[in-house]
């Protein structure tokens, strides 16, 4: 692509696709599935299955997908732009997914072809298809934002997110969030006397709704939402308590403003953790003295106990296995002697690992090291020999060069 091909190009993010004029004036559009939402890697490509060869996920506006079946055995392949079935009419998508790893996603998104009916592949889209659907959605943007004011105005609790128009023009999807239940019924008759379309409401999360949009995490990366998660669980602070996370909620909520789905992840683990650790509710009791939790490192099974309640300077490391001996001597009536092991070697450092690294914070700074200076023989004095005022031992070889002489 030329430099004049580029500054004409139109990248659409939300369908993953670029639009352009060719010479001759006919619209042009290339599918990139890098820049999709939901995007899936065939990881069986190559492989054939015959239950599978005519079924097709098919991509829409950001994370809506179907899958629809080719009656027509055309020769179809992924990133081909086709036109399907709809309830009303017809839409325009695009070929993400094609093989047997169409069944893996049936699977997944829990789709029965024996209760489900697979909608039919009509064709694939012809240049008036494609006009009419780039018409369409150039309506989009401000359709959403005639909509927000028509609900204002009719002071509905409601926010609009987005906006899908049906791929022949003929319908729109609104995708609103509502916290109570609204009554959309005369909204959706100034709806469609305001834009003479077919009206369809859908009511989404905030969790969808940030994957609609997409974003960047404080990760680094795409949000997962609009990356590969499609049935969102529901996330609580007792999984960030059982992680030993600060309940900060500026650090736990997400750009959805709920709690990051990520928090989830790790929970199983640290629930078998927690429940392998035994639970201290009284100090320890030992000869020397009783001895109080301070800290406990959940994943590596190390409690660290002190004599002092709350002081941290002076801390032993029991295991788990170590305690539970003590607390069923306790409870027999016995009492070790003390906690503190005996050392053979030199005293090993507490080893505790900061959020950052291990490394000295030094660690980047450019330490040069210090040329020394060799300090230059002073000249002989008078009356010197010329060896520093050393007399030479007879029998003994000049270094110097006999040619100077």
Known sequence: MDKMEEKNTIYDSSRGCTTRRADNGELVCRYHGGCCKLHDFNWLDGISDPKYSNIYE??????????YENTSRQLLKRGDLVVVEAVTGHDL???TLDGPIVGRQMLRNHFDMSVKELKKIYRKARPLDLEKWQEAIARENSTMIRARQIAAEMGLNMKIGDVEFQGDGTKAIFYYIADERVDFRQLIKVFAEEFRIRIEMKQIGARQEAGLIGGI??????LCCSKYITNFQSISTQSARCQDLSLNPQKL???????KCCINYEVPVYVDAHNNTP??????EFQDGQAWLVKTDILKGIMWFSYQQNDMS???????DEVRRIIAAN???????TMIKDSTGDDQPIDFVSSLSDDSIDRFDNKRKKKKRKKKPSAPKAGDSGNGGKTAKPGARSNSNPDRQ
């Open 58 to 67: 098919v991509r829409f506006k950001n994370t809506r997908k179907g899958f």
């Open 93 to 95: 998508g695009i070929i």
């Open 217 to 222: 995490g404080v990760c680094g990366r795409s």
């Open 253 to 259: 909520a997400g750009q959805c403003g709920k709690l």
């Open 279 to 284: 639970n201290v509710n009284a100090p320890l």
């Open 314 to 320: 002076k801390m032993t490391p029991l295991t788990v």
């Open 331 to 337: 409870r027999k009536g016995s009492k070790p002697a």
